[in-house]
């Protein structure tokens, strides 16, 4: 979108806006007029434009009625033709699923009782236009050309709000297809029923990603309900209520000369009563104005001064998309339902799903502990009541359903790294309980991990990135034992986190699949070779982007490589090799090529920071810098690969501020290169952590020197600790590097 379209469009908003708001909420709407929606919902990005407020229970957003990958988020912005807007969506995610309770407005009576197979056979698809559609945190807005109305949504926390412009003296009417399904969704069992002239309610049990998801409706209309059709499995059924696998209504509106109708719709996972609790009493324009409003407060809390308005949107961006998930699961008295359908009472925290952790554990949740660090306890506790159900931390909970969905259990590392932050709003005891017997159960490679010290590659797929992801999640449960004293699971998890080390092949320099003997490499061995989920050593990758996951032993691991010399000339390669990838069934998540490197998935995220660690930081300058500069645009494809609900927009969040948690779990952020002039962090208790870069521009990305607090700084890490202090980070920037500056890589506590 345009930056003039946002400005007048977030004037026009503040004029009609009902609620007084003070000079400083004013200001603080200001930053909205910086975010683009629309950038990722191109190419791989995966996310949606609809309207939502951070880490909302809902998420209401057009769908396009396409099951392909890149309509994961149901949206994809090279479409031109809408089913329908539906009320729960994902966030840059590489699998399809959600899209639950679809409304469509519709100017005219169809035939639902076909039972399509494909979109093309919808009869309430429309066609839309991008020059007719808008999207601005909180606020969507898309004019449906066949039927000729216009759409405008926004949302609260658990409430989503419709408003249908009808043309004059056209038919009101809105479809509600309770079967619709995208990608691996599916529905089981549906029903819907009409309460009264003005409500309906019901529900919708799906499978698919989540195996066993439960959604139950509200929806209060602002009209009279002059009639309705109920269509039950293709069959037309007489009354106000009926059920099946797949049911679709079409519903009708008085006229009386008003071309508007609002709908409110609220969900809940536990029952009808708790969605009814749900939805809120307000209307539409106070909902948008106070959504606005939280919007603004949020994304406030960074301040960044350039004289680059395009940075500005692409940091503001992805400050917006780093705050869509985690989603609030739990209704309003607390009440949520886990996969086995016990009921769940959050008490003293909000409930949070779509947990995708082997992605945001690398910078999302550590991005949390300083945005949010009451979200960040309240996500903890949350997984800690996911554990209960099979005394496993999650892997990927959806809808609170555990997915199994890729390697290593992540939710280890985002306890820690929240409790080494200073977040203690759980319960520490309880919480290490569940990281140890997680570690210690046997599922998913676990008994092969723990009989020989690694995952064998002929006994399991995936077998080098299993073991690296285990050993760093051995490596938390150490640290965690020792913050809580516990020095034998200290040492007996320490030394299990050493698992990296007997997959290194020196002669190499790559992690190599090793056979159950302890001496046999996987042969033939082709580090660019790809083989995306089956027979293959690596996880949507290569040897090449997969070689380096030791964050937390980098000092060991170059080591290993023989000395900082070979270490930098292999690493250095890793981003100047060809971006080759062989193999017949290359992974589509390999995107985002810089060389072998691969920015467009998140193994790769963390290693341009380690040249700090092999005493060259100015490599480290230069290629995240480098980053910044190609994989991310203020375009809908500017983003090099999935969103990953929130890790790729937290990635550049850090990194363009200078900082970067290499080691998500250490409580440190290794130092980059600040595209900012000035980068201010509003920490929780009113202090504030300032960035400044001196001389910075698109040529000076190198740091010549850097003082804290006026203090020489000559360092490549500062603690999570330093930054809640408050202060002043000051770099001095140049068009070359400072070879000496950094050398000194131990961090001051």
Same mark, same amino acid.
């Given at each position: ?10 004037? *026009? ?13 004013? @200001?603080?709407? %200001? ?60 966030? *840059? !995610? ?9 409304f ?6 169809? /035939?639902?009782k &076909? ?9 309430? =698809?429309?066609?839309?236009?991008? @020059?007719?559609?808008?999207?601005i ?15 405008? %949504? ?66 209060q ?42 709908? =409110? ?32 407060? !949020?994304l ?28 609030t ?27 995708? %952790?082997?992605d ?12 949010a660090? /009451?979200?960040?306890? /309240?996500?903890?506790?949350? #997984? ?6 099979? =005394? ?20 280890i ?35 092969l991990y ?11 797929d ?15 449960v ?16 320490? =030394? ?14 790559? #992690?190599? *699949? ?44 170059? &080591? ?8 930098v ?15 017949d ?8 090529l ?15 920071? #380690? ?9 480290t300058q230069?290629?995240?810098h480098?980053?910044?500069? !190609? ?6 494809n500017?983003?090099? *690969?999935?969103e ?17 948690? #290499? ?21 929780q ?6 960035i ?30 330093? %930054? ?26």
């Open positions: 979108m345009k930056k003039i379209s946002l400005f007048i469009l977030a004037a *026009g908003l503040l004029t009609g806006c009902k609620i007084k708001i003070d000079k400083n909420d004013s @200001s603080k709407l %200001l930053f909205i007029e910086h975010v683009n929606p629309f950038i990722g919902t191109g190419g791989h990005g995966h996310t949606y434009p609809g309207a939502t407020v951070p880490f909302g229970m809902l998420q209401v957003s057009p769908d396009n009625g396409v099951s392909s990958w890149d309509w994961c988020s149901g949206y994809h912005y090279s479409d031109s033709i809408v089913a329908g807007f539906s009320h729960l969506h994902l966030s *840059g !995610t590489g699998i399809g699923d959600l899209a639950d309770i679809l469509m407005p519709i100017n005219k009576k169809v /035939d639902l &076909a039972q399509p197979t494909s979109r093309d056979l919808l009869a309430y =698809k429309s066609t839309y236009s991008h @020059s007719n559609e808008t999207s945190p909180g606020y969507y807005q898309v004019f449906l050309e066949t039927p000729k109305i216009n759409v405008e %949504l926004t949302a609260s926390k658990r409430t989503a709000y419709h408003k249908y412009t009808f043309a004059k003296n056209d038919m009101q009417s809105v479809v509600v297809d309770l079967g619709f399904a995208i990608n691996w969704d599916k529905s089981t069992k549906t029903g819907i029923t009409i309460e009264n002239d003005n409500t309906i309610s019901g529900y919708r049990y799906s499978t698919g990603w989540a195996k066993n998801q439960k959604v139950f409706f509200v929806a209309f602002s009209k009279s309900i002059t009639g309705q059709e109920l269509i039950a499995d293709g069959k037309v059924i007489k009354g106000t209520t009926t059920s099946g696998e797949k049911v679709t209504s079409q519903l009708f509106f008085v006229n009386n000369k008003n071309n508007e109708l609002f709908v =409110k719709v609220a969900l809940s996972s536990v029952s009808l009563a708790n969605a009814k609790e749900n939805l809120d009493t307000g209307n539409f324009e106070s909902t948008k104005s106070e959504t606005k409003t939280i919007w603004g407060n !949020t406030s809390k960074i301040e960044v001064e350039t004289p680059i308005d395009s940075l500005k949107t692409m940091f503001y961006t992805a400050v917006y998309h780093a705050q869509l998930a985690p989603v699961y739990s209704d309003k008295n607390g009440q949520f339902r886990r996969e086995d359908d016990q009921i769940i009472t959050a008490t003293n925290y909000t409930a949070y799903s779509t947990l995708s %952790l082997w945001t554990f690398r910078a999302e949740n550590p991005l949390l502990t300083l945005l660090p /009451d979200k960040s306890s /309240d996500i903890v506790n949350s #997984m800690l009541a996911y554990y209960e159900t099979k =005394k496993i931390l999650p892997v990927w909970t959806l809808y609170g359903n555990e997915t199994n969905t890729m390697t290593g259990y992540h939710s590392p985002v306890i820690l790294n929240a409790y080494k932050n200073g977040i203690k709003g759980f319960d520490a005891e309880k919480a290490y309980s569940a990281m140890k017997a997680t570690m210690m159960q046997d599922e998913r490679g676990l008994n723990k009989q020989y010290g690694y995952i064998p590659y002929d006994l399991l995936e077998s080098v990135t299993i073991t690296l992801e285990y050993a760093y999640d051995d490596w938390c150490a640290q965690m034992a020792k913050e809580l004293g516990k020095n034998e699971d200290y040492d007996y998890f320490l =030394k299990r986190s050493q698992a990296y080390r007997y997959l290194f092949d020196p002669i190499t320099g790559f #992690m190599r *699949g090793k056979s159950k003997d302890g001496k046999t490499w996987n042969t033939p061995f082709d580090p660019k070779h790809s083989n995306h989920r089956e027979h293959t050593d690596y996880t949507e990758g290569n040897a090449w982007q997969h070689s380096w996951f030791v964050p937390q032993n980098v000092d060991d691991f170059i &080591a290993l490589h023989g000395s900082n010399d070979i270490f000339k292999r690493l250095e390669q890793l981003f100047t090799e060809s971006s080759e990838i062989t193999g069934n290359v992974s589509a998540d390999i995107s985002g810089i060389g072998q490197y691969a920015h467009g998935n998140e193994p790769s995220h963390h290693i341009s920071y #380690m040249f700090n660690h092999a005493n060259e930081p100015w490599r230069y290629w995240v480098y980053i910044l500069d !190609t994989q991310y645009n203020t375009t809908p500017g983003l090099s *690969g999935n990953d609900c929130g890790q790729m927009s937290a990635w550049y969040v850090f990194s363009s501020m200078g900082l970067y948690p #290499m080691n998500p779990a250490s409580g440190e952020y290794e130092i980059g290169s600040p595209i900012f002039e000035k980068s201010t962090i509003h920490l208790d009113g202090k504030t952590f300032v400044q870069a001196e001389n910075v521009s698109n040529k000076n990305f190198y740091i010549q020197s850097a003082t804290l607090n006026g203090v020489v700084f000559n360092q490549t890490t500062i603690s999570h600790q330093q %930054l809640l202090q408050g202060g002043i980070l000051y770099f001095v920037m140049g068009s070359e590097p400072n070879k000496k500056w950094g050398l000194t890589i131990k961090s001051v506590k």
